[in-house]
């Protein structure tokens, strides 16, 4: 079976660019989590999906950052305009969400390492 | 403030000997996971321990989940230097929806 998979693994964008990553869930799971992750902060949710619907926003990152699951194949997460202070890796995560042990097991993929310069 | 958190941001054992992760969370929890994450890869998980158990191994792990005192600890045996990486808790919560919420980690070397 394909794990989770990230494109692109390394992005690099100039203050204000706009950038789009990539995200390709495990076939049949339900559920999508998007997290940011930075050595101060750790990991924190940016957005989580159930069968397609946003279930949650993340709060604070909702001005300039915006996740889309336009289908249960496949989501992208926008930030724009980008900032220095959004370098961090960006990590995927799906998750079968029906119930039982596996119910809220994550699989993360790789990441994508952004860096603003 | 951290809904989990690990009680320390690094440890440092040699190969063959037994460590401990502790990890403290706040809220009621229908389950904690613990994951690891190698450098360059993402958090994989190694056990997840409902909130009626209170114990639970894999290998050479062992979870332990205490809901009274809201804490949880995660023991390898026989480290090896391949379990070098940053381990994390993870608890389920929900706010306005379901989400699951990680604590910043605790690095582990395993030295040779």
């Known amino acids: 079976d394909a794990g989770v998979t990230q494109t692109p693994r390394h992005e690099v964008a100039e203050k204000g660019q706009t950038i789009i990553l990539k995200c390709e869930p495990v076939?049949?799971?339900?559920?999508l989590f998007w997290y940011r992750q930075t050595k101060i902060q750790g990991l924190e949710l940016l957005s989580y999906?159930?069968?397609?619907?946003?279930?949650?926003d993340g709060g604070a990152f909702k001005d300039r950052f915006k996740a889309e699951m336009l289908n249960s194949s496949f989501s992208t997460l926008k930030i724009q305009p980008t900032e220095p202070k959004d370098s961090a890796v960006y990590l995927c995560?799906?998750?079968?969400?029906?119930?039982?042990?596996?119910?809220?097991?994550?699989?993360f993929g790789a990441g994508t390492r952004l860096s603003v310069l | 403030s951290q809904l989990a958190e690990e009680n320390s941001w690094a440890l440092s054992v040699h190969e063959g000997e037994s460590v401990t992760v502790n990890c403290s969370y706040k809220?009621?929890?229908?389950?904690l996971q613990w994951y690891r994450q190698k450098s360059g890869k993402g958090p994989a998980q190694l056990i997840l321990?409902?909130?009626?158990?209170r114990e639970k191994r894999n290998g050479r792990l062992r979870a332990t989940l205490d809901t009274s005192s809201q804490s949880s600890s995660l023991s390898i045996t026989a480290t090896r230097c391949e379990d070098t990486a940053v381990y994390f808790c993870?608890?389920?919560?929900?706010?306005?929806?379901?989400?699951?919420?990680f604590g910043k980690g605790t690095h582990l070397h395993v030295l040779p």
């Open positions: 995560a799906s998750s079968p969400g029906l119930g039982g042990d596996s119910q809220n097991t994550l699989y």
């Open positions: 076939s049949g799971h339900n559920d």
């Open positions: 999906f159930r069968s397609k619907s946003l279930m949650e």
């Open positions: 809220t009621s929890i229908t389950a």
């Open positions: 321990i409902r909130s009626n158990e």
């Open positions: 993870a608890t389920d919560a929900w706010t306005n929806a379901y989400k699951v919420i």
